[in-house]
């Protein structure tokens, strides 16, 4: 079983909608990361959040961690081509585990 | 912050050769992790490279086949030996504070034909 998940797999939408991403752990998590990953290179650290009920942003880019820690919604205001990618989610847990999620794959038609 | 930079970014290698991957980190970093990332897919850890001691390997992956080097804190190494088709992967490093992953390298396309 994934110890991550993300809804939804992939998502299509026209430039200028809004879109939110999940991430989703059965589990309480002690720190959780968002990634984005254009195709073919490495992955960009977007933001990281520890406290529960924490919000960061990042140009149009909002994430929230929910009170339990076992949550976490990317959501993305009036997307932009320049947004397309793969979306992944990270988190560590008790032990030093570090899993990542199983990715958002979006695309932005202009 | 830290930059990686990470070489090869891509190759085409034969079936039951090697490659090695390089990671040079502009900044002095404990630990190292190197991840594979399968067509399609999330990232799976490898190993993670402690300098100076033998590296930590995740279930599923040997030292025999993915041999890593960490010479100092700066730079490390992964090869992936005698490849087969199922190698074909994306090899990332990366480095981050508190254990956690933060800043990858570019990456490594490896086609194994």
């Known amino acids: 079983s994934q110890e991550l998940e993300q809804s939804p797999q992939s998502l299509i939408v026209q430039e200028g909608k809004n879109l939110t991403i999940n991430c989703t752990s059965s589990k309480t998590l002690y720190g959780l990361y968002w990634y984005k990953q254009k195709y073919g290179e490495g992955l960009i650290f977007l933001m990281m959040?520890?406290?529960?009920?924490e919000e960061k942003s990042h140009e149009k880019i909002t994430a929230k961690l929910d009170e339990k820690k076992q949550q976490s919604s990317l959501h993305i205001t009036a997307s932009q081509p320049s947004h397309a990618g793969i979306y992944l989610c990270g988190a560590d847990r008790a032990g030093n585990q570090f899993y990542f999620g199983t990715g958002t794959s979006l695309t932005v038609i202009p | 912050s830290a930059v990686i930079s990470q070489k090869p970014s891509r190759d085409i290698c034969q079936r039951g050769t090697s490659l090695t991957i390089q990671c040079q980190v502009d900044?002095?970093?404990?630990?190292m992790f190197w991840y594979r990332q399968q067509p399609g897919q999330s990232l799976t850890l490898i190993a993670t490279a402690n300098q100076g001691s033998e590296a930590t390997y995740e279930s599923g992956f040997v030292i025999d086949k993915f041999p890593i080097s960490r010479p100092n804190l700066t730079f490390s190494t992964l090869t992936v030996s005698n490849m087969s088709p199922e190698d074909s992967s994306i090899y990332l490093c990366?480095?981050?504070?508190?254990?956690?992953?933060?800043?990858f390298g570019a990456g490594t396309r490896l086609s194994v034909l």
């Open positions: 990366s480095v981050g504070p508190q254990g956690a992953p933060v800043y």
């Open positions: 900044s002095q970093v404990t630990m």
């Open positions: 959040l520890q406290k529960g009920g």
